[in-house]
């Protein structure tokens, strides 16, 4: 196996109802910097997604929940600790982001806590992590 690193990051494509729109949300309440091709936060190791303008409504398909669950991630961050989490939640809900999911710990799995947004055009962005702090 090659121990060198070969993929540095991955990127979510979207297909979206109204480009313009939806870079101004992403912007605005999600605190990305836009460019002409991507929506980016905490540089393309972060948040990455290219936002495309899809051809007709019908095209816009997030992602449906999977057997047993009642949400569906379209993508998903990676949250370094708990005090992060937090601050992105709070970020985001006092810029008016559509919160889908209010952030809970599963105490099973780490534990890990979660929330997660819906765009515009409702894709659900999930950001979760365990916390560095805890034992």
Same mark, same amino acid.
């Given at each position: 196996?090659?121990?060198?690193?070969?993929?540095?990051?991955?990127?979510? &494509?979207?297909?979206? @109802?109204? !480009?313009?729109?939806?870079? /101004?949300?992403?912007?605005?309440?999600?605190?990305?910097?836009?460019? %002409?091709?991507?929506?980016?936060?905490?540089?393309?190791?972060?948040?990455?997604?290219?936002?495309?303008?899809?051809?007709?409504?019908?095209?816009?398909?997030?992602?449906?929940?999977?057997?047993?669950?009642?949400?569906?991630?379209?993508?998903?961050?990676? &949250?370094?600790?708990? @005090?992060? !989490?937090?601050?992105?939640? /709070?970020?985001?809900?006092?810029?008016?982001?559509?919160?889908?999911? %209010?952030?809970?710990?599963?105490?099973?799995?780490?534990?890990?806590?979660?929330?997660?947004?819906?765009?515009?055009?409702?894709?659900?962005?999930?950001?979760?992590?365990?916390?560095?702090?805890?034992?």
């Amino acid at each position: 196996m090659n121990p060198k690193k070969q993929i540095h990051s991955s990127l979510k &494509v979207l297909l979206v @109802s109204n !480009l313009e729109r939806s870079k /101004e949300y992403y912007q605005n309440v999600l605190g990305c910097e836009v460019t %002409e091709w991507w929506v980016i936060r905490d540089g393309f190791s972060g948040l990455g997604i290219k936002l495309l303008q899809a051809n007709s409504p019908g095209d816009v398909q997030p992602n449906k929940p999977a057997k047993d669950t009642n949400t569906a991630f379209d993508v998903y961050c990676y &949250v370094e600790d708990w @005090s992060s !989490l937090d601050e992105l939640y /709070e970020e985001f809900r006092e810029k008016g982001a559509m919160i889908t999911i %209010e952030p809970w710990i599963d105490h099973s799995a780490g534990p890990w806590k979660e929330f997660a947004i819906k765009d515009i055009d409702n894709y659900c962005i999930g950001f979760g992590g365990t916390d560095k702090k805890l034992p």
